[in-house]
C-alpha cells in the first residue's frame, strides 16, 4: 500500500492533498493574500496524516510542486517537504506547477492548453501543453497584453488555463476560452503516481525549486 504525500505552495493557495495507491483520499487548502503558508503548511500535513492515521515515516513518497511560482511559498514548501523526507529517506518527487494548473482542464482531444501563473501585475509563467498534457512550449515568464494570444495562431483551438481572474482583463479576446483555477494538490494526483512507479525521484541533497528567474529583491 502507497501513500504519498502532496503539496503546493507556488501560488496563494496553500495546498496538500494525501494520494493512496492511485486515488486522492484527503484535501485540504486554503487561499491566502498574505502568503500565510509557513503557518498553514505544517498544520494542514498533521491534518490530513492524523485523520489517515498515517505516520511521516510509513509515506512512500513526498511530492511537491517545485515551480515556478511564489519564491516564498516554494521556499517554505521545499522547506517542510525535505524536513519530513531527510529523517526518513522518503523520496521526494518534483512537479512542475505550470502542468498541475493545466491539469485542473480536461482538454477536448486536440486542444493546446497555455498554462500562465500571474508573477507580478502583467508578468506571468507561461507553458504550452497539448492535450495529452505534454509539453509544446518550454516555461517562460513573459508580459501579457491584449496582443500576446497573436502569437499561438497556429494552436487551434487553444484554452488559457489561469490562476488569476485578472487575465481575462488583460487578454479580452472572446473567441480564446479561458478557464480560472487554483493550483491544487488534487490535481498531482497522475504526475505523483506516474513519477513514484518509475522512480523518478530527486536528489534529496541537491533539490531546488525552478524559479526560472531570480528572487526579487527589495
Given at each position: 500500500?502507497?501513500?504519498?504525500?502532496?503539496?503546493?505552495?507556488?501560488?496563494?493557495?496553500?495546498?496538500?492533498?494525501?494520494?493512496?495507491?492511485?486515488?486522492?483520499?484527503?484535501?485540504?487548502?486554503?487561499?491566502?493574500?498574505?502568503?500565510?503558508?509557513?503557518?498553514?503548511?505544517?498544520?494542514?500535513?498533521?491534518?490530513?496524516?492524523?485523520?489517515?492515521?498515517?505516520?511521516?515515516?510509513?509515506?512512500?513518497?513526498?511530492?511537491?510542486?517545485?515551480?515556478?511560482?511564489?519564491?516564498?511559498?516554494?521556499?517554505?514548501?521545499?522547506?517542510?517537504?525535505?524536513?519530513?523526507?531527510?529523517?526518513?529517506?522518503?523520496?521526494?518527487?518534483?512537479?512542475?506547477?505550470?502542468?498541475?494548473?493545466?491539469?485542473?482542464?480536461?482538454?477536448?482531444?486536440?486542444?493546446?492548453?497555455?498554462?500562465?501563473?500571474?508573477?507580478?501585475?502583467?508578468?506571468?509563467?507561461?507553458?504550452?501543453?497539448?492535450?495529452?498534457?505534454?509539453?509544446?512550449?518550454?516555461?517562460?515568464?513573459?508580459?501579457?497584453?491584449?496582443?500576446?494570444?497573436?502569437?499561438?495562431?497556429?494552436?487551434?483551438?487553444?484554452?488559457?488555463?489561469?490562476?488569476?481572474r485578472s487575465i481575462k482583463e488583460i487578454i479580452n479576446e472572446k473567441s480564446v476560452k479561458i478557464e480560472v483555477n487554483s493550483i491544487s494538490a488534487k490535481h498531482m494526483e497522475n504526475m505523483s503516481k506516474q513519477n513514484f512507479d518509475k522512480k523518478n525521484f530527486e536528489d534529496l541533497a541537491?533539490?531546488?525549486?525552478?524559479?526560472?528567474?531570480?528572487?526579487?529583491?527589495?
Amino acid at each position: 500500500m502507497s501513500y504519498i504525500l502532496n503539496i503546493e505552495t507556488s501560488s496563494k493557495n496553500c495546498s496538500v492533498s494525501l494520494l493512496k495507491e492511485d486515488k486522492i483520499i484527503n484535501v485540504i487548502e486554503q487561499e491566502d493574500d498574505s502568503y500565510r503558508h509557513s503557518e498553514l503548511l505544517t498544520s494542514f500535513i498533521d491534518q490530513i496524516l492524523s485523520k489517515e492515521k498515517i505516520k511521516p515515516e510509513n509515506l512512500s513518497a513526498v511530492s511537491i510542486a517545485k515551480g515556478p511560482g511564489s519564491f516564498t511559498g516554494l521556499r517554505i514548501g521545499f522547506s517542510v517537504a525535505k524536513g519530513i523526507c531527510f529523517p526518513y529517506k522518503t523520496p521526494i518527487i518534483g512537479i512542475n506547477s505550470l502542468e498541475i494548473l493545466a491539469r485542473s482542464y480536461k482538454p477536448k482531444k486536440d486542444e493546446y492548453i497555455l498554462s500562465l501563473i500571474n508573477d507580478k501585475n502583467d508578468s506571468f509563467y507561461s507553458m504550452v501543453l497539448d492535450s495529452d498534457y505534454n509539453e509544446v512550449e518550454k516555461p517562460s515568464v513573459e508580459v501579457i497584453d491584449k496582443n500576446y494570444i497573436s502569437r499561438y495562431e497556429k494552436l487551434n483551438p487553444l484554452v488559457i488555463v489561469c490562476n488569476t481572474r485578472s487575465i481575462k482583463e488583460i487578454i479580452n479576446e472572446k473567441s480564446v476560452k479561458i478557464e480560472v483555477n487554483s493550483i491544487s494538490a488534487k490535481h498531482m494526483e497522475n504526475m505523483s503516481k506516474q513519477n513514484f512507479d518509475k522512480k523518478n525521484f530527486e536528489d534529496l541533497a541537491y533539490f531546488e525549486p525552478m524559479y526560472i528567474k531570480k528572487p526579487y529583491v527589495n
